[in-house]
């Protein structure tokens, strides 16, 4: 682990255990390991960016590892090397990842052209997005050229990867009671894609009908402009996928042509500085003595209604900064 410069070396000659203990170590919360990794980082740098970045989001269940599986195995048959980054935002309340078993993705996981990697999204609420951006350039510099990032769509983290994606699929299946229900928590603002799956056996025409009417109501929303397109498919009778596939190149390839990706990666970018930088005040604000000897007053008398959340901020900031409150 110690040496980021031979270890780059061994990742971009596309040396599997190179890249999952690159990995680990980017995963590492230690401040050593972290230091070894910001050289490893900027040694592969140069070689990351060429892979269709895609994201596939929905809530628990919806089929979005069956998705992958298929969707991933027609990938590497048109010739894409495919990577799988598959977050798990819970395990940090449950300490282990529902996401460790690689089972449904078994036939992916055995290609030699395929590599999939489960990942705890660790305690931050874009842990999502801290880390897992940076596993997505080691796997480019790897030579993986399609990159998949699966998280279960709860709470802040479909935003969190649509962020960090070129592409975002929301998956929902039928049959959930209210069809629209994306719609009104705003999550499909973030996606670029809506699937329907599951469009088999006695859910074929509640999910036929579920499209439409998801269909019909993008279309209300957006007026102008490009419609948010609609697929319906069953990923586990493999039907549907490849055409979505091809939609799914045929978009990639349209942003790169008239260069709405790299003005996405560059605005994606400068956000991640953004959040980096706020992330990394907070980390050292909590860690400053002065602040942890202020922090616990502070609290009791915000709780007692003594002082107002504001005033006691503005303490906590004054000292961490070293000036008179
Ligand atoms: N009928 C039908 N079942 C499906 C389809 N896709 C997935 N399933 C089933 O749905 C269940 C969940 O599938 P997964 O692929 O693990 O779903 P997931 O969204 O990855 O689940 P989490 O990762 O736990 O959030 C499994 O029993 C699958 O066999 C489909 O197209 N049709
Ligand atoms: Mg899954």
Redesign the pocket.
């Given at each position: 682990m110690s040496d980021p410069a031979a270890l780059a070396a061994r990742l971009q000659a596309g040396d599997r255990t190179a890249l999952a203990r690159a990995i680990t170590l980017i995963e590492s919360t230690r401040s050593d390991h972290r230091d070894t990794a910001e050289d490893l980082l900027a040694a592969i740098l140069p070689a990351s960016g060429r892979s269709l970045r895609l994201g596939v989001t929905?809530a628990?269940?919806?089929?979005?590892?069956?998705?992958i599986e298929t969707f991933g195995l027609m990938s590497l048959a048109a010739g894409r090397r495919v990577a799988v980054l598959a977050v798990d935002p819970s395990s940090k309340t449950t300490g282990g990842s529902?996401?460790g078993d690689k089972t449904?993705m078994g036939d992916l996981a055995r290609q030699t052209d395929a590599f999939i990697r489960p990942s705890p999204a660790g305690p931050m609420l874009g842990g999502v997005a801290r880390r897992t951006r940076e596993t997505v350039w080691l796997c480019e510099a790897a030579g993986f050229d399609l990159v998949i990032v699966?998280t279960?769509g709860v709470g802040q983290s479909e935003t969190a990867v649509a962020d960090l994606v070129d592409l975002c699929l929301l998956?929902i299946a039928p049959g959930g009671g209210d069809e629209l229900q994306g719609i009104k928590k705003g999550i499909v603002e973030i996606a670029d894609l809506l699937v329907v799956?599951?469009a088999?056996?006695d859910?074929a025409p509640a999910a036929q009908r579920a499209a439409s009417e998801y269909s019909h109501a993008l279309r209300l929303l957006r007026p102008v402009g490009a419609a948010v397109p609609v697929f319906a498919?069953?990923?586990?009778?493999k039907r549907g996928v490849e055409k979505l596939r091809q939609h799914v190149e045929a978009a990639a390839h349209i942003g790169t042509q008239d260069g709405s990706l790299d003005r996405k990666r560059a605005a994606q970018a400068r956000a991640a500085l953004w959040s980096e930088l706020g992330e990394s005040l907070l980390d050292a604000l909590k860690r400053d003595p002065k602040v942890a000897k202020l922090l616990p007053a502070l609290e009791t008398e915000v709780a007692a209604t003594r002082l107002t959340p504001s005033a006691a901020a503005s303490r906590a900031l004054a000292a961490f900064r070293g000036v008179p409150s």
């Open positions: 929905g628990p269940g919806v089929g979005k590892s069956t998705f529902i996401l449904r699966e279960v998956m799956n599951k088999d056996g859910l498919i069953s990923a586990l009778e």
